[in-house]
């Protein structure tokens, strides 16, 4: 009798066990479709004021301030860092290169290099070195060190950035971007981002391009995926049409650069240095 107690509890407690695991799923599955709807939701009315705005657009412009860098490390699932994940592009001085004449056009090869998107660059682009506080003004050009090193195969090329210190002729105009997310934002899964193009001269923002982006599975690290990365997908306005770019392209991929697609559309680069 004592054995049969044993086994029908041991049976009971299976039972048991399994009805409640069963219950644990249910509520977990409707917890995350609760909040999947309620980011849903959330996101979609940020949405409704996100979008470009062009207040005024200037010609033949040689150079610009980038009043703020990059980070140097890329965001790829920190939930709470406000580093503006949707306006996540090159980091560090790849970020200032990509404002510098020749560095699309050095960098791209094979196929064509986005006729949409000309990306001619500026003559120089000055910025602030965050580790003195000194003002420097960045230029570039394109190198073929195989010519003086035969170790490069011949016919290899390279974008090469340079820099002076400079104190005065202040750029006209500066671009910069902040992260506008709020916690609760934060908490599901959502980033918010403002980008300006700004005239130092009268401090009027002359063009803000303001958007936002969500992760569709709230942080899920499944599969080794990073949550801001996947998160380009669903953003407004969109980074491409669909999952990926024209090209096949993750649409985090089309994130870079897109400073530079933005600003150009305003600042229209300078043809020929003015003399």
């Not at 509890?9 to 709807?37: H, I, M, P, Y």
């Not at 965050?130 to 170790?151: A, C, H, M, V």
Request: charged share 30%; aromatic share 12%; hydrophobic share 35%.
């Amino acid at each position: 009798m004592k054995n049969i107690f044993v086994v029908r509890r041991f049976f009971f407690t299976l039972v048991l066990t399994g009805f409640l695991n069963g219950c644990a799923t249910e509520a977990s599955t409707s917890d995350a479709k609760e909040r999947l709807a309620t980011a849903r939701a959330m996101f979609a009315k940020r949405c409704e004021t996100a979008g470009e705005k062009i207040y005024r657009k200037a010609d033949d412009v040689e150079g610009i301030f980038i009043l703020k860098l990059r980070p140097n490390d890329l965001n790829s699932g920190d939930q709470f860092a406000l580093d503006d994940p949707y306006g996540s592009d090159y980091s560090g001085n790849g970020y200032i290169e990509t404002f510098i004449r020749g560095s699309y056009q050095a960098t791209v090869t094979g196929g064509k290099k986005d006729e949409l998107r000309p990306r001619l660059g500026y003559l120089y682009a000055d910025a602030v070195d965050p580790k003195n506080g000194l003002r420097y003004r960045y230029t570039g050009r394109i190198e073929e060190p195989w010519q003086k090193d035969k170790s490069y195969l011949k016919g290899y090329h390279r974008f090469v950035l340079d820099k002076i210190l400079v104190s005065d002729n202040l750029p006209r105009y500066g671009v910069t971007y902040d992260d506008i997310s709020t916690r609760q934002e934060r908490e599901y899964w959502i980033a918010g981002s403002s980008l300006k193009v700004i005239d130092l001269k009268t401090n009027e923002i002359i063009a803000e391009r303001i958007g936002y982006m969500m992760d569709k599975r709230q942080g899920s690290l499944e599969g080794f995926r990073s949550p801001w990365l996947f998160a380009a997908e669903n953003a407004c306005p969109g980074f491409s049409n669909g999952t990926s770019t024209p090209s096949g392209r993750p649409a985090y991929d089309a994130q870079a650069r897109q400073t530079q697609d933005f600003v150009e559309k305003v600042l229209h680069p300078a043809i020929n240095r003015k003399k």
